[in-house]
């Protein structure tokens, strides 16, 4: 209190500087905008008080959450509902929703005689690739869908790597490919660890360790470990172990056979998403390495081939300012310039020549393989299913899974004019991959991983209910893992994440609370569980795996019901 009085009469003694340094300060700025600067016509005409422009419509994004009325999800709350969620307390609402909802939308059917909530299976798994000699069990319905490292900071993969041990929460790896951030949570056998590059601790490493820790924070003990061991601007690829104090990264020159003949149980269920970059399974030159890939298998339990996604149907796109040292290692591409993937990939110039790569991974791998598309029109559906049903007829394999995004955005780098104009959304796209599916009579073979705009458990249960075997989520994660929605998260400009979850920049990233971070994502996907049990319930259905279309009333804008939602779907798109 004394140290604020003590300013106070500063300020007050020297008040006249003060206002004399602002006066002159406004005088300068006055002439600069008015006389020199040629950049901004408004300026000219008003200087000093038109930059009251540029304020407002830097600080418009993120500001616009706490102010404005919610317009991309059905209701704030939704919003509250992932953030309560992932900090593990009671999630109730009073009165009514903040936004009523309005429109045309779907009504969760209430049985006649509901179930207590002991009555619905805690057993929540969904198979994939059954017919594979190493099929995978995802242990929930749920899956955070795909983002890469790179795109996302070390520390926010990190956190969710915790969350997918903890929780039991399958992750996409995103086109980034399986980096050292991944394996975070693994405890390596040193007797039997020739598959890692190993650098064993030393007695100064150790006491600087200690030092920073006790003192500082366990980041800042890591930074100063890893510089005494490692001089290499690479540094930050390596993984601490806290058991061993070692540190490790995959020894990707290493032969196949040191490697774990089992994915290790101390990793999260992870599934590889391959793009058209190929990063992570290219060579020297760019091509794809058969045997690098089958390494990368050997920590993850599926394939995903990325056609096309719901923000973008262009290849990938990576800020030059997010493309670090470690980024570059782990792409196997230059560091410091942009990588823009190329819009199709390699293996995709048809239909046939994608299932035959598809074959090819689940040979090569001996686990699933799928891939992932955006849809905009059912006839190009039908096409492609045709092609899959003529193949198993031929007693070829098919794929395992079809994972369907929708068109509405949510990538942090996309091209504006593709956002929202491409593609269908979630279950208008839905609708139609399980129709046709189901009318060349291979849906059963099929798996159908569906996301988009998906938060809540009743979102969850609809995008189930329409079709889906399980459900990508992508928007939902981030913000339980602590994204406030700011959308600076492309690195292209001055703007970063303000909170250190989608940036590489040094600064940012340091502030972002790992272990906290990882408990809180790992909250909001054992909630999503809790909660789609409990509409389940509500349902009369004892597992959520069994919901389906017949459950499901919708209404439309014009408040006509339809019972059948079959009808309206039908009548609606025409197929």
């Not at 009073?94 to 002991?118: E, M, W, Y």
């Not at 849809?375 to 039908?382: E, F, G, L, T, Y």
Request: proline share 4%; net charge positive.
């Amino acid at each position: 209190m004394d140290t604020l009085h003590a300013v106070w009469a500063l300020f007050v003694d020297f008040i006249e500087f003060f206002l004399l340094a602002g006066l002159i300060a406004t005088i300068m700025l006055y002439v600069y905008d008015k006389y020199v600067q040629r950049k901004h016509a408004l300026l000219i005409n008003y200087p000093v008080i038109g930059r009251a422009r540029y304020l407002f419509e830097a600080l418009r994004e993120p500001l616009r959450q706490y102010f404005a009325e919610e317009t991309f999800y059905d209701s704030k709350d939704k919003v509250d509902w992932v953030y309560t969620a992932a900090k593990n307390k009671p999630n109730y609402k009073s009165f009514s929703v903040t936004q009523p909802f309005s429109g045309s939308r779907f009504i969760i059917k209430h049985a006649t005689n509901v179930l207590n909530d002991d009555e619905v299976d805690d057993d929540t798994s969904v198979v994939f690739g059954k017919d594979r000699e190493i099929p995978f069990v995802s242990h929930t319905p749920i899956i955070r869908s795909a983002m890469s490292d790179g795109s996302l900071s070390p520390e926010a993969i990190r956190a969710f790597s915790i969350a997918g041990v903890n929780s039991k929460l399958t992750i996409n790896t995103g086109e980034g490919s399986l980096t050292s951030n991944h394996l975070f949570t693994h405890k390596p056998d040193l007797n039997n660890a020739n598959y890692l590059e190993i650098v064993k601790s030393k007695p100064l490493a150790e006491f600087l360790f200690k030092i920073g820790d006790k003192f500082f924070n366990r980041p800042i003990a890591l930074k100063w470990y890893r510089t005494t061991l490692l001089h290499k601007k690479t540094q930050n690829t390596y993984i601490y172990d806290t058991t061993s104090h070692v540190l490790f990264r995959v020894n990707w020159k290493a032969p196949i056979e040191a490697f774990p003949k089992e994915v290790p149980n101390d990793i999260p269920n992870t599934i590889f998403q391959m793009s058209s970059g190929l990063y992570g399974v290219r060579d020297e030159d760019g091509n794809f390495d058969e045997l690098r890939y089958q390494k990368v298998m050997k920590f993850c339990r599926m394939t995903e081939i990325k056609i096309a996604q719901g923000a973008k149907q262009t290849g990938g796109k990576l800020a030059a300012a997010k493309v670090t040292a470690d980024i570059a290692y782990y792409r196997g591409v230059p560091e410091g310039q942009n990588i823009f993937s190329p819009n199709r990939f390699p293996f995709a110039d048809s239909t046939e020549h994608l299932l035959d790569f598809v074959e090819r991974l689940q040979k090569l791998s001996k686990k699933p393989v799928g891939f992932k598309i955006v849809i905009s029109d059912a006839n190009s559906v039908d096409e492609m299913v045709k092609e899959i049903a003529k193949r198993k007829a031929q007693g070829k394999t098919i794929p395992d899974f079809i994972t369907v995004d929708s068109g509405e955005g949510g990538s942090a780098t996309a091209p504006l004019e593709l956002m929202e104009s491409v593609g269908l959304t979630t279950n208008n796209a839905l609708y139609v991959l399980d129709t046709m599916l189901k009318k060349h009579e291979i849906r059963q073979d099929i798996k159908i991983i569906a996301s988009g705009k998906v938060l809540t458990p009743d979102d969850a249960i609809i995008t189930l209910c329409m079709g889906a075997d399980a459900v990508g989520i992508a928007r939902g994660f981030m913000m339980s893992g602590g994204c406030i929605r700011a959308r600076m998260c492309s690195g292209f400009g001055s703007h970063v994440c303000p909170v250190g979850l989608a940036t590489q920049d040094k600064k940012k990233r340091a502030s972002y609370l790992v272990k906290k971070e990882g408990e809180e994502i790992g909250n909001y996907h054992t909630n999503l569980i809790k909660g789609m049990k409990m509409v389940a319930s509500v349902m009369g259905v004892k597992n959520i795996n069994d919901v389906n279309k017949s459950h499901l009333t919708f209404k439309n804008q014009n408040a006509e019901i339809y019972f059948d939602i079959d009808k309206y779907f039908h009548k609606k798109l025409h197929i």
